[in-house]
């Protein structure tokens, strides 16, 4: 089945970065576009960027521009995120998520499981 | 950015009651906007999308509905399953953005 597996919780101290992974299964990989999403505590859902899983080809919001890094490997159906210059702020569940195909539709389904990262000294 | 704004953050029901969330965007976004439930301490799951298709595999008693800038989703017929926060995302304008969620509690 379609289905997005995320890498492990993680601890980090502010000012380092965090790379998590997000290895897909179940649909042609290079097909879609893979996003990342986060949710800090309690708070509500956040669009941070994609990677086209196909050409490589990225897009972040302007909120992450410079510390933002998502990237791909199509033989390890595998997108990952880096995010650099950790703050408290940082604090939160991320997420990848699957974009629908085609080029007018950015609903997202399925979701990974979510990493938990706390930035915390 | 577009904003997104849900009404309410908090509704309290009981089981077989008819709800209804609303969002509201800051601009048109015509019928680009999508749904999601989430439960406590699990990833958000698809409900709706182009406002009014239901994703397949999600209960009739979900529904969809408005374009433009008034969107409403409506659970028919609420069953234990359902109570969860819901949150819209537009999906026309970069950045993407979702509503501030709406939480449906006994």
């Known amino acids: 089945q379609v289905q997005l597996v995320q890498s492990g919780a993680e601890v980090k101290k502010p000012g380092a970065s965090v790379k998590l992974s997000c290895k897909a299964s179940g649909f042609t990989y290079t097909s879609h576009a893979m996003h990342w999403l986060r949710q800090a505590p309690g708070q509500g859902l956040e669009w941070m960027g994609w990677v086209d899983a196909g050409n490589g080809n990225t897009r972040y919001s302007q909120k992450f521009q410079g510390r933002l890094t998502i990237t791909r490997d199509t033989s390890a159906m595998t997108a990952y995120m880096e995010l650099g210059s950790l703050t408290s702020e940082d604090t939160a569940v991320y997420y990848c998520?699957?974009?629908?195909?085609?080029?007018?539709?950015?609903?997202?389904?399925?979701w990974g499981q979510g990493t938990l990262v706390t930035v915390s000294s | 950015d577009i904003q997104m704004t849900q009404s309410p953050s908090t509704l309290s029901a009981s089981v077989g009651d008819r709800v209804t969330i609303t969002c509201r965007a800051s601009?048109?976004?015509?019928?680009?906007l999508a749904w999601y439930q989430q439960r406590p301490g699990k990833a958000p799951d698809l409900l709706i999308y182009r406002a009014t298709t239901l994703k397949s595999g999600v209960p009739s008693r979900f529904s969809g509905g408005g374009s433009g800038t008034d969107f409403t989703l409506t659970i028919s017929s609420l069953q234990p399953d359902d109570f969860a926060t819901y949150y819209c995302e537009q999906y026309d304008i970069y950045p993407l953005t979702f509503g501030g969620g709406t939480k449906v509690e006994i």
């Open positions: 998520a699957r974009e629908s195909a085609g080029n007018i539709d950015k609903w997202f389904d399925p």
């Open positions: 601009q048109n976004i015509d019928n680009l």
